[in-house]
């Protein structure tokens, strides 16, 4: 019995088969890449637990050993557990001498020495040159603006308008901050004598309440703690936003970051925050501790 041909294909046809079978292969394609995003809020969810990187010695953000820090980061962190059903792991880490350092070891790789990285880090500042330059994290979310002021006792410092009415007197910074740097730097070294370096903000601030200094260049919320937790009347003291060479005078927006991968847990954890914002409770936060919510 002969062989029978094959019967020749319509050209068409043959163009809309490889149309639905690209389409189908685009289409598992697309249902792939959404399986590897959704994997890490799965697997988040189903370890039932939120890991979360907070700095050591960053008060009133977080301060504090292991699962007892206090901090309205840490309440924050807390609020956002719950949000999204989870319990909650805080992952306490030094500061590097880098923000590239700290985002490489509590966000996308993990120390060398084994710990880390956290499912989420807090109180990243949301720079544009920092997610350009860091493309390993993604930077989102930001949730609070840090403010830098000179913190001063009104009896000892009641005009301050200028960097020159600091002339004379005893100031305050923290150790290897930005604020201690232009503080010290300002008019080639003008001040530098004048300046006693702590090693935290809030220590700096407190001085200023303890009369030890007249004043202290640290954050808002450093300085609204260290008055927080002194019982002193605000009106002893003033908060002036006073530009520095080196510095902005808005200051900067801090929000979160999780690895550049993890947009299923970015965007579960952004949701959180908007539910935790609009509820007016991060508001509550904050001025339960005695800080100002600044807009970021």
């Not at 993990?110 to 860091?134: C, R, S, T």
């Not at 979310?141 to 410092?157: C, G, I, K, N, Q």
């Not at 740097?181 to 601030?205: C, E, P």
Request: aromatic letters at 6%; hydrophobic letters at 45%; glycine letters at 10%.
């Amino acid at each position: 019995m002969p062989h029978s041909r094959p019967r020749p294909i319509d050209p068409s046809a043959q163009r809309r088969l490889c149309l639905q079978w690209g389409a189908a292969l685009a289409c598992l394609g697309t249902l792939g890449a959404m399986a590897e995003e959704l994997n890490d809020l799965a697997k988040v969810q189903a370890s039932g637990t939120l890991k979360v990187a907070l700095y050591k010695e960053n008060a009133p953000y977080s301060d504090g050993n292991g699962q007892d820090m206090q901090g309205v980061d840490v309440a924050l962190a807390e609020a956002l557990a719950k949000a999204l059903g989870l319990k909650l792991s805080l992952l306490p880490f030094d500061a590097g001498e880098r923000m590239e350092d700290d985002l490489r070891n509590m966000v996308w790789k993990g120390h060398y020495l084994g710990y880390g990285p956290a499912d989420v880090m807090l109180h990243v500042p949301v720079d544009k040159f920092l997610i350009q330059e860091n493309r390993q994290a993604l930077i989102f979310a930001p949730y609070s603006r840090e403010v830098l002021v000179v913190f001063h006792a009104r009896a000892r410092l009641d005009h301050l308008q200028t960097p020159e009415d600091l002339a004379g007197l005893s100031l305050a910074a923290e150790r290897g901050s930005g604020a201690a740097s232009s503080l010290m730097g300002y008019g080639n070294g003008k001040l530098r004598n004048q300046v006693r370096i702590f090693n935290t903000g809030l220590q700096a601030a407190q001085a200023v309440v303890r009369g030890e200094v007249a004043a202290a260049y640290v954050s808002r919320a450093q300085a609204e703690a260290a008055l927080h937790g002194s019982g002193r009347s605000a009106t002893d003291f003033g908060m002036v936003q006073l530009g520095l060479p080196g510095l902005t005078d808005n200051g900067w927006a801090i929000g979160m970051a999780v690895k550049a991968s993890h947009k299923a847990l970015a965007q579960a954890l952004e949701d959180a925050l908007n539910q935790i914002r609009g509820s007016g409770e991060l508001t509550r936060l904050y001025r339960s501790r005695g800080l100002t919510l600044v807009t970021p």
